[in-house]
């Protein structure tokens, strides 16, 4: 299975100039990001959708099959990280992960008006922002704010066995999964109806794979 590119359609007479390709499910969506992961893991990489006839064909109109929170850091760049291209992702990125109000109204934005199917919160190993948040200590300018979001996988971690900071960066993407599925009252209504679905994903800066977390 492979996303189609509406370019394709258009020349194989099969989607009218203006329409838009059919969306997948969330489940064919998930299994394109696994398949575009094990592609990155491997270095095969297929690096579609990054023509200029793609760019041209984006020019009106947008349709990514799944919205990405992830970290801003710039180890974690989803394009590469999935082996996709030019409108396949809708990215939102914070330092994080996190999901604040800006945050939560662009994914809400993605699923409400441009229906993706799906999304992803994917932290990452060694996390600069949850290892200063573990750490603590006074910080300058916003950086609090951020820290408080984090806070809750913080707490959380601290009575559980193992590494710290890898237990704090997985139950932050957790909370954050939590978070947006009971977020009222556009994306829980999405999720209760079958519309959408939210999970949560690990990247390891080590070997580049993502590990998908156990879903309710």
Not at 12 to 31: C, I, M, Q, R
Not at 75 to 86: A, H, S, T, Y
Request: charged share 20%.
């Amino acid at each position: 299975m492979r996303w189609i590119d509406a370019t394709s359609l258009v020349a194989a007479g099969l989607l009218a100039l203006g329409a838009e390709a059919p969306l997948p499910s969330a489940d064919a969506a998930l299994a394109e990001l696994k398949a575009g992961n094990a592609r990155h893991v491997a270095k095969t990489y297929q690096r579609p959708h990054q023509t200029a006839a793609r760019q041209h064909a984006l020019e009106s109109g947008q349709t990514p099959h799944c919205t990405i929170l992830t970290c801003a850091d710039s180890r974690v760049p989803p394009e590469i990280i999935f082996d996709k291209g030019l409108g396949d992702i809708f990215d939102v990125r914070v330092a994080g992960n996190v999901a604040g109000d800006d945050e939560i109204a662009s994914i809400e934005y993605a699923a409400e008006h441009l229906h993706t199917p799906l999304v992803v919160v994917m932290g990452h190993s060694h996390c600069g922002a949850v290892s200063a948040a573990v750490e603590g200590g006074t910080l300058p300018g916003k950086l609090p704010t951020l820290m408080a979001a984090i806070r809750p996988a913080v707490d959380q971690s601290a009575s559980e066995p193992g590494d710290r900071i890898a237990n704090a960066v997985r139950d932050n993407v957790v909370h954050v999964v939590e978070q947006l599925r009971a977020s009222k009252p556009v994306l829980s209504e999405l999720v209760t109806e079958g519309k959408l679905r939210i999970v949560g994903a690990v990247y390891s800066l080590e070997t580049g794979k993502v590990e998908w977390l156990p879903q309710p």
